[in-house]
């Protein structure tokens, strides 16, 4: 994987033709800098896991007095409330401009800085969409036995202007992998460990914060497709990229520690990628794009004067230039003529009605099938 630097990739002028040369890299150096070096409305979605700024005081020691291996690391440590803030405005800054106008932000924390964060949202225009809770089976302990054992962190999703009505969210394949009940905002997973806590020669942690890929993997589902583009402002060891691509996602992420860098490019280049086919979520007529019956008169898919008739050809109506169908001297929609013919409140006119198209007798939502997939091609 190339790993490149802020200045390198302003130099890279990639023809129109041919993908970015940032898409699927890792760029090293600080999250604003680099992100400045990224076109505008470029990403499609953002999953952030800053700095938490724990405020640890000393060491934490278990009751057998051995040392917790906790994240005391200088990435996490700021000397102000403020000099956090600023800093989160600027990364948050940075992230709206190369996020594309129907995307979406996660951002992960702890009661620590979530708090802040999401004040920081708010002021910046973004929509939040949703808080979830992730509730961790194996939570650290507390130790010292003065406050409740923090079991869970919460991660803000929103969008990145209020009006930002076309996001994506995958509501009907969550609610299949949740045993066809709707996804709920407190998700249950264990942190991250075993084969999946990557460790290094001194068999410590090589990251004291790695998040479990099932999470990202629910993100991921949740809020985009096979292909478009998620931004990892702070890699760390590479869960997101690792996931996107097992998810036929394309990433790319920022990082400034090497050892980083070097411990998530191993990982993610040992990813096999998913096929095509298992990467199909389950999704609903609402989750497709809305077609006027009109549009299938226009583009020739039916033509004026066209008969239709119910699946059992008790009724024929005419099918009119505005798009109306005319019985019995009267013209409705397709699906208030449905309702009327039939003595009904409510009709759907793309089932109800059909037409022989010489190869068969089918229902017109066939039509509107063919021709959203003729606007998928044309897209």
């Known amino acids: 994987m190339h790993i490149f630097s802020p200045a390198e990739l302003r130099s890279k ?10 898409l699927n890299t890792i760029i090293k150096g600080d999250c604003v800098a680099a992100l400045e070096a990224l076109p ?34 200088h990435w996490d440590q700021f000397d102000t409330f403020k000099a956090y803030d600023d800093f989160t405005r600027a990364w948050l800054l940075a992230v709206r401009r190369v996020l594309k106008p129907n995307g979406t932000i ?27 809770v992730w509730r961790k089976t194996n939570p650290m302990p507390n130790f010292r036995g003065r406050r409740f054992t923090n079991a869970h962190e919460t991660m803000i999703w929103a969008s990145r202007d209020e009006n930002a009505k076309a996001y994506t969210f995958n ?9 066809d ?26 990251h004291p914060t790695q998040k479990p890929e099932a999470l990202l993997q629910r993100v991921l589902m949740a809020s985009t497709k096979p292909g478009d583009v998620v931004l990892d402002p702070f890699f760390g060891t590479g869960t997101t ?27 993610i280049d040992q990813v096999v990628p998913a096929r095509a086919a298992e990467l199909v979520v389950t999704s609903s007529k609402r989750a497709e794009p809305r077609v006027p019956f009109g549009a299938i008169i226009e583009t020739g898919l039916l033509k004026v004067g066209n008969v239709l008739q119910d699946s059992k050809k008790r009724w024929q109506a005419v099918v009119r230039l505005d798009g109306s169908l005319e019985y019995q001297g ?50």
């Open 171 to 179: 509501y009907d394949a969550l609610k299949m992998a949740n045993d």
């Open 40 to 73: 505008a409305n470029s990403v499609d979605a953002v999953f952030a896991d800053p700095p938490y700024n724990l405020q640890l005081g000393g060491e934490l020691q278990r009751p057998d007095q051995s040392v917790v291996d906790a994240c005391d690391d």
């Open 13 to 22: 002028s990639p023809a129109i033709s041919k993908k970015p040369a940032w």
């Open 241 to 267: 990229g690792a996931v996107a691509k097992r998810l036929g996602r394309n990433f790319v992420g920022i990082e400034r520690e090497q050892d980083y860098i070097d411990a998530a490019s191993a990982r």
């Open 181 to 206: 009940v709707q996804m709920r905002s407190d998700w249950v997973f264990p942190i991250c460990n075993g084969g999946e806590r990557l460790k290094g020669e001194d068999g410590k942690k090589v």
């Open 330 to 379: 009267e013209a409705a929609s397709i699906h208030r003529m449905g309702a009327k013919v039939q003595g009904l409140d409510a009709c759907n006119g793309w089932t109800f009605w059909h037409i022989d198209t010489g190869n068969g007798f089918e229902a017109i939502d066939e039509l509107r099938k063919q021709y959203r997939k003729n606007l998928g091609e044309a897209a």
């Open 106 to 132: 996660w951002v992960i924390g702890s009661y620590h800085n979530i708090f802040r964060v999401g004040t920081i949202l708010q002021d910046l225009q973004f929509w939040i969409l949703n808080d979830v």
